[in-house]
């Protein structure tokens, strides 16, 4: 009987999942037919996430339709609402209100994560944000609206809420990005807010001086210690009162894994993430495997754990692909590792920031040689290999072996 494994989610983590157990499969010499890898999601395409910041969001989509061909792994449309790991199935709602179901033998989560809004009055109403496509794009067509409004102080205003990697990112793309929609001339202000004492927590104290220069460079204001606490039509107000005239916030603090985490019988983290097992298996559920921003997994054995970010997700998807093969196959599975941890800061025009370690963070390159990295990593490093089999299957192994 065909063996059958179901790998919801065509992102980073999917898509390395896919092409790592069509390799697996390759290399045992094992047929489609007999073992069939299905990935399900809304479309087969790619939304490269971290470039959702960048203008012109709506290009940042790959199709996967010809690779997905060229290694023999089948696409099902649709959104996946019900896991039943006691049977093995999953409920799938199509595109025109049709519902299905696959069974599966093993199945591999990367669902991904989405930005989390908080009960904010207002945010859901006048917030923007850049951490899903629809989004992007809906900010994207605001900004260009914005030209067909009257000048004033609070159309010239962008306030981004949230002073971490993604607000930082937003923040300092945004002088650029304003000015060719509105006018070189126009007297525009982008405002970060952020609630903690510091832009960047996660940074560490090493890179942030540098960043802190090139927002006051680009002319970024920084309000600190005080949080959003309610939007509307004309502006935000913050906790200490102070209120910003804007018709434009980019909300940019905090992301939650796939709501269809919940649906496993695991422990999940305060990010909604599934504590895995060292190989990526769900704990109470062996024939299930979580990964990407889905998953919560031990990098080391110094005690870090892989991030909400696309360089764990893609290694992560490897594995679990890999794994999800191997033990349908009678290979041992491997055991999750990803020694080596760098993050690359995009910081506007000509300028970023790229640091390597955990803690403290070391701050490798910066300016514009840091800047050619982060367009290397957004613009072809990141992307899907071509729709060519041998190229695909050597893309997912790297992704699983070389470390960076
Ligand atoms: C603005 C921004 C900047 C970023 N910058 C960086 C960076 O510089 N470096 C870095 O490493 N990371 C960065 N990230 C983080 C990175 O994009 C994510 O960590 C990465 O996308 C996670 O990959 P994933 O495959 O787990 O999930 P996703 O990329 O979110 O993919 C999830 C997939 O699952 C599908 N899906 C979701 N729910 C369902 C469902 N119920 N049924 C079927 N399909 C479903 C989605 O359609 C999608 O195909 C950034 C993110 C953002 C938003």
């Not at 390799?23 to 395409?45: N, Q």
């Not at 990697?165 to 006018?183: D, K």
């Not at 367009?375 to 990141?382: G, K, P, R």
Request: hydrophobic letters at 40%.
């Amino acid at each position: 009987m065909t063996q059958h494994i179901v790998i919801i989610g065509a992102g980073f983590a999917g898509l390395m999942a896919a092409l790592s157990a069509a390799r697996l499969r390759d290399e045992k010499g094992v047929s489609p037919k007999d073992l069939k890898i299905t990935v399900v999601a809304p479309e087969p395409a790619l939304v490269v996430r971290p470039r959702l910041y960048e203008r012109n969001p709506a290009s940042m989509v790959a199709r996967l339709d010809e690779l997905f061909a060229a290694t023999d792994i089948d696409f099902h449309a649709g959104h996946v609402d019900t896991i039943d790991s006691e049977n093995g199935t999953i409920g799938i709602g199509g595109s025109e209100g049709q519902v299905s179901s696959l069974r599966y033998d093993r199945l591999v989560v990367a669902t991904g994560s989405h930005g989390f809004q908080p009960p904010i009055p207002g945010l859901s109403d006048f917030g923007h944000n850049v951490t899903d496509f629809e989004g992007a794009v809906a900010l994207d067509r605001h900004l260009h609206a914005l030209a067909e409004r009257p000048s004033s102080v609070a159309r010239n205003t962008v306030v981004v809420g949230g002073g971490g990697f993604t607000g930082i990112e937003v923040a300092t793309e945004m002088p650029q990005r304003l000015r060719e929609i509105l006018g070189q001339d126009t007297p525009i202000r982008v405002i970060m807010v952020e609630r903690g004492p510091v832009i960047a927590p996660d940074m560490g104290n090493e890179p942030r001086p540098y960043i802190e220069a090139r927002l006051r460079e680009l002319d970024v204001q920084t309000v600190l210690g005080s949080g959003i606490v309610r939007l509307d039509g004309s502006g935000v107000t913050l906790e200490n009162g102070e209120q910003i005239e804007t018709e434009t916030v980019v909300w940019s603090a905090g992301m939650r894994a796939s709501p269809l985490t919940a649906q496993l019988p695991a422990e999940r983290d305060n990010l909604g993430r599934i504590l895995v097992a060292p190989d990526l298996r769900v704990p109470g559920s062996p024939r299930i495997f979580a990964t990407g921003d889905t998953a919560k997994a031990a990098t080391d054995n110094d005690g870090n754990f892989s991030l909400m970010s696309c360089q764990h997700a893609r290694r992560l998807g490897a594995f679990a692909g890999h794994n999800a093969a191997a033990d349908l196959l009678g290979e041992p599975t491997l055991a999750y590792d990803q020694p080596s941890y760098v993050v690359c800061l995009d910081l506007g025009a000509d300028d970023a920031i790229f640091t390597r370690g955990w803690s403290p963070r070391t701050v490798e390159i910066t300016g514009a040689e840091a800047k050619k990295v982060k367009m290397d990593i957004n613009a072809v490093w990141i992307y899907p290999p071509a729709a060519e089999r041998e190229a695909a299957f050597r893309n997912a192994f790297e992704a699983r072996t070389v470390d960076f």
